[in-house]
């Protein structure tokens, strides 16, 4: 409800791509909200290595897919909820509640 509205519709606070909506709390791009849910889904065995072993790893749409652990952790920590993945998907748009100007 503050500031951060204005990033919203721009680009993806995880790899900086084109937004294409609200996934999972959040403005993310098509990419990153398939991964997100994958990555969710795949709760068997989350372990995801990181590329440079450094958790540092930059985000882009070229390089996004290159270390699965960094782009998981940026999307948490942009707000992305796993929640959201469980509850199969957001029916009735109930995440659009986040974040609306
Ligand atoms: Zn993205
Ligand atoms: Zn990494």
Redesign the pocket.
């Known amino acids: 409800m503050k500031e951060k509205c204005t990033i919203i519709g721009k680009t993806?606070?995880?790899?900086?791509?084109v937004?294409s909506g609200i996934h999972y709390g959040i403005h993310?791009?098509?990419?990153?909200?398939s991964?997100f849910k994958r990555a969710i889904s795949f709760k068997k065995s989350p372990k995801f290595k990181c590329a440079s072993s450094q958790g540092t790893c930059a985000?882009s749409?070229a390089t996004?897919s290159a270390c699965q652990l960094c782009r998981f952790e940026k999307c948490i920590q942009a707000g992305m909820l796993p929640s959201l993945v469980r509850q199969r998907g957001e029916r009735g748009g109930r995440a659009k509640l986040y974040l609306k100007c």
């Open positions: 993806c606070p995880i790899c900086n791509d937004t993310t791009c098509e990419s990153c909200k991964f985000l749409p996004r």
